[in-house]
């Protein structure tokens, strides 16, 4: 079982930059997959990025460029840094944990409650 909780959401202007953080209990933190997620109001959930064992990452196209995910495997942390925000970022952000299968079908056991990022213009 693992426990997630996002933090770093709020309110900024298209062009500026959030960092999230997403905290861990678990005592494995380094055996996970590491991604996040968000949703925005009446849409699906989508990938943004994941973070993978041996420092491996992937992002999705929409981000690829402005975001950069990270992790503090000492400090069971995951931190998704958003820079140059658009108002099409808008949305809850969740993080979550999974096994090896979540890097290739993004497939993810834990979830955490979400974080709000609102991006204005």
């Known amino acids: 079982q693992v426990q997630l909780v996002e933090s770093g959401g709020g309110l900024v202007q298209a062009g500026g930059s959030l960092r999230l953080s997403c905290a861990a209990s678990?005592?494995?933190?380094?055996?996970?997959?590491m991604g996040w997620f968000r949703q925005a109001p009446g849409k699906e959930r989508e990938f943004v990025a994941a973070?993978?064992?041996?420092?491996?990452?992937d992002y999705a196209d929409s981000v690829k460029g402005r975001f950069t995910i990270s992790r503090d495997n000492a400090k069971n942390t995951m931190i998704l840094q958003m820079n140059n925000l658009k108002p099409e970022d808008t949305a809850v952000y969740h993080c979550?944990?999974?096994?090896?299968?979540?890097?290739?079908?993004?497939?993810?056991?834990?979830w955490g409650q979400g974080t709000q990022v609102t991006v204005s213009s």
């Open positions: 979550a944990a999974g096994y090896v299968d979540a890097w290739y079908r993004k497939e993810y056991r834990y």
């Open positions: 678990t005592r494995t933190f380094s055996t996970y997959v």
């Open positions: 973070s993978g064992i041996s420092g491996k990452t």
